[in-house]
């Protein structure tokens, strides 16, 4: 129970002291406070709570008094008793008989109950219970900087006293605590964590816990963003674009256009804000697109969404050109290369070459040939009779080297050994050679030989012709001849065929 201690300053004449003591008693336990107050004071008590009033006499003259009684004014709490000296008297005001805002005091009177000395007036007030309620919902998530508001209810009389401290993560940036609940002016990330509401009057004290949580009281807008953009990337090639952004909570992030996103969230060294990383893939950029336009949005809900837009460059090797093959010549060939329908935004340079002997497969590079306009023509010499090439040509812009065109082309000679079985005889003492479906690789025919003789002789006769069959007359009948046959074109004759002999 709390105890109220009120001693009455005035000494009577005959060194007799009257001392008043008021002790509240409550109906449930309560801790114990001692206040000493004087008279005419004040003094508070819950209600439900009896007021005892403690009246002791102290007699220095060795006189000896009647009785000590307890009035109160306007209330019928009266109390009279005979004394002994040195003790004293107690009187009790139940609560029923309490009255708000009623005075008490304590009267001495001697045996013929004569008044000797009497106290002041205490007044008694009745008070309420403190009520200290703080919900652990409600408020809205505020980014640093902001003002925070954590609302309680603080009830009580007389009105309490509020007080707050902070009993975790210690911070220099107490909040203000009204019975209205704590106010932030400008609430930071380090705020946060629990504390401890005190509401205290002089009937008791109360306490009630309060927590400050991220991602519930404090928010962080989209912030800290980074944003890598590899440039310029190459045509049919695969590249991420990595964008870095913290945020509580975790911001959400968006791309415009978008590709395959990989999404990533981990908690920064704080333990408390979340740094998400957003990876956009972009897959085999085709040759056809020289930029992209992209834009990545931040947000989380908390201040302003963070927006970032940028060009992705593209540049890229050019497409193969396209290949003709205008002349062929017994030891050359000429082409005509026509540029790539697709520069990759960079203009040609010039291009690369290579000739592979298609039998042997010897590859020889050509010395790079300049462009020249949208055809560039050049021979290519040195080149082996009647023999096939894989002519390959691929252009070079300032990025790189691109695909390679390729074309077969056989450079000109003289004709093809001549078949023999060809030849035969007609009956009459005639040989006819035929020369049809004979490849004359590009040179134009001039003449064609037959080369005859008695079998088992050594000396050769040749009949010649521009035209195709030859015909050998004025032979012996019934006689074996040996025959073998040529062609010659303008880059010179073939090599005779296999011998064969005809009757």
Same mark, same amino acid.
């Given at each position: 129970?709390?105890?109220?201690?009120?001693?009455?300053?005035?000494?009577?004449?005959?060194?007799?002291?009257?001392?008043i003591?008021?002790?509240? =008693?409550?109906?449930?336990?309560?801790?114990?406070?001692?206040?000493?107050a004087?008279?005419?004071?004040?003094?508070?008590?819950?209600?439900?709570?009896? /007021?005892?009033?403690?009246?002791?006499?102290?007699?220095? *003259?060795?006189?000896?008094?009647?009785?000590?009684?307890?009035?109160?004014? +306007?209330s019928?709490?009266?109390?009279?008793?005979?004394?002994?000296?040195?003790?004293?008297?107690?009187?009790?005001?139940?609560?029923?008989?309490?009255?708000?805002?009623?005075?008490?005091?304590?009267?001495?009177?001697?045996?013929?109950d004569?008044?000797?000395?009497e106290?002041?007036?205490?007044?008694?007030?009745?008070?309420? =219970?403190?009520?200290?309620?703080? $919900?652990?919902?409600?408020?809205?998530?505020?980014?640093?900087?902001?003002?925070?508001?954590? $609302?309680?209810?603080? *009830?009580?009389?007389?009105?309490?006293?509020?007080?707050?401290?902070k009993?975790?993560?210690?911070?220099?940036?107490?909040?203000?605590?009204?019975?209205?609940?704590?106010?932030?002016?400008?609430?930071?990330?380090?705020?946060?964590g629990?504390?401890?509401?005190?509401?205290?009057?002089?009937l008791?004290?109360?306490?009630?816990?309060?927590?400050?949580?991220?991602?519930?009281?404090?928010?962080?807008p989209?912030?800290?963003?980074?944003?890598?953009?590899?440039?310029?990337?190459?045509c049919?090639?695969?590249?991420?674009?990595? !964008?870095? /952004?913290?945020?509580?909570?975790?911001?959400?992030?968006?791309?415009?256009p978008?590709?395959?996103?990989?999404?990533?969230?981990?908690?920064?060294s704080?333990?408390?804000?979340?740094v998400?990383?957003?990876?956009?893939?972009?897959?085999?950029?085709?040759?056809?697109?020289?930029?992209?336009?992209?834009?990545?949005?931040?947000?989380?809900?908390?201040?302003?969404?963070?927006?970032?837009?940028?060009r992705?460059?593209?540049?890229?090797?050019?497409?193969?050109?396209?290949?003709?093959?205008?002349?062929?010549?017994?030891?050359?060939?000429?082409?005509?290369?026509?540029?790539?329908?697709?520069?990759? +935004?960079?203009?040609?340079l010039?291009?690369?070459?290579?000739?592979?002997?298609?039998?042997?497969?010897?590859?020889?590079?050509?010395?790079?040939?300049?462009?020249?306009?949208?055809?560039?023509?050049?021979?290519? +010499?040195?080149?082996?009779?009647?023999?096939?090439?894989?002519?390959?040509?691929?252009?070079?812009?300032?990025?790189g080297?691109?695909?390679? /065109?390729?074309? *077969?082309?056989?450079t000109?000679?003289?004709?093809?050994?001549?078949?023999?079985e060809?030849?035969?005889s007609?009956?009459?003492?005639?040989?006819?050679?035929?020369?049809?479906?004979?490849?004359?690789?590009?040179?134009?025919?001039?003449? !064609?030989? /037959?080369? !005859?003789?008695?079998?088992?002789?050594?000396?050769?006769?040749?009949? *010649?012709? =521009?035209?195709?069959?030859?015909?050998?007359?004025?032979?012996?009948?019934?006689?074996?001849?040996?025959?073998?046959?040529?062609?010659?074109?303008? !880059?010179? =004759?073939?090599?005779?065929?296999?011998?064969?002999?005809?009757?």
């Amino acid at each position: 129970p709390q105890s109220y201690d009120m001693r009455a300053a005035s000494i009577w004449a005959f060194f007799v002291a009257l001392i008043i003591g008021v002790e509240v =008693k409550g109906a449930t336990t309560r801790e114990k406070a001692i206040v000493t107050a004087n008279v005419n004071d004040i003094i508070w008590a819950l209600s439900g709570d009896a /007021v005892v009033l403690n009246c002791t006499h102290r007699n220095t *003259s060795g006189a000896v008094w009647s009785q000590i009684a307890a009035d109160g004014k +306007g209330s019928t709490a009266q109390g009279t008793t005979n004394i002994v000296p040195n003790f004293g008297a107690t009187f009790t005001i139940t609560a029923s008989q309490l009255v708000n805002g009623f005075s008490y005091k304590c009267r001495l009177r001697d045996f013929q109950d004569n008044l000797v000395f009497e106290s002041g007036w205490i007044k008694v007030l009745l008070g309420d =219970k403190i009520n200290v309620t703080c $919900p652990s919902n409600g408020t809205v998530c505020k980014a640093a900087g902001q003002r925070l508001e954590k $609302p309680c209810k603080i *009830s009580g009389l007389p009105q309490p006293n509020v007080t707050v401290t902070k009993t975790s993560r210690p911070s220099s940036n107490l909040p203000t605590a009204t019975s209205s609940g704590l106010t932030f002016s400008a609430v930071a990330l380090e705020d946060r964590g629990a504390y401890q509401i005190t509401a205290k009057n002089v009937l008791e004290t109360v306490d009630a816990d309060v927590m400050v949580k991220p991602e519930i009281d404090i928010c962080l807008p989209p912030s800290d963003t980074d944003l890598v953009v590899p440039d310029p990337i190459g045509c049919f090639t695969s590249t991420f674009i990595n !964008y870095t /952004v913290k945020g509580i909570p975790a911001p959400t992030v968006t791309w415009n256009p978008l590709f395959s996103n990989r999404f990533f969230v981990v908690k920064d060294s704080d333990g408390i804000t979340s740094v998400v990383t957003s990876a956009l893939e972009i897959r085999e950029v085709q040759r056809n697109y020289s930029s992209f336009q992209f834009c990545v949005n931040a947000t989380n809900g908390i201040g302003f969404p963070s927006k970032e837009c940028f060009r992705l460059n593209i540049t890229c090797a050019p497409s193969a050109p396209s290949l003709g093959v205008i002349a062929r010549g017994n030891t050359s060939v000429t082409l005509n290369i026509t540029e790539p329908a697709f520069d990759g +935004g960079n203009a040609v340079l010039f291009y690369l070459i290579n000739v592979t002997n298609s039998i042997t497969l010897d590859t020889e590079p050509i010395p790079p040939r300049n462009r020249t306009g949208q055809v560039t023509t050049f021979p290519i +010499g040195n080149r082996s009779p009647n023999t096939s090439y894989i002519v390959s040509v691929a252009a070079v812009n300032r990025v790189g080297v691109g695909p390679a /065109v390729s074309t *077969s082309v056989t450079t000109k000679g003289k004709p093809d050994q001549p078949d023999p079985e060809n030849v035969h005889s007609d009956g009459c003492a005639e040989i006819i050679a035929d020369f049809e479906g004979l490849d004359d690789n590009g040179g134009e025919m001039t003449e !064609y030989h /037959v080369f !005859y003789k008695i079998d088992g002789e050594d000396s050769w006769m040749t009949q *010649s012709g =521009k035209e195709s069959p030859v015909t050998v007359t004025g032979l012996q009948e019934k006689t074996t001849y040996s025959i073998q046959i040529q062609a010659e074109n303008e !880059y010179g =004759k073939s090599e005779r065929s296999n011998e064969v002999t005809v009757n």
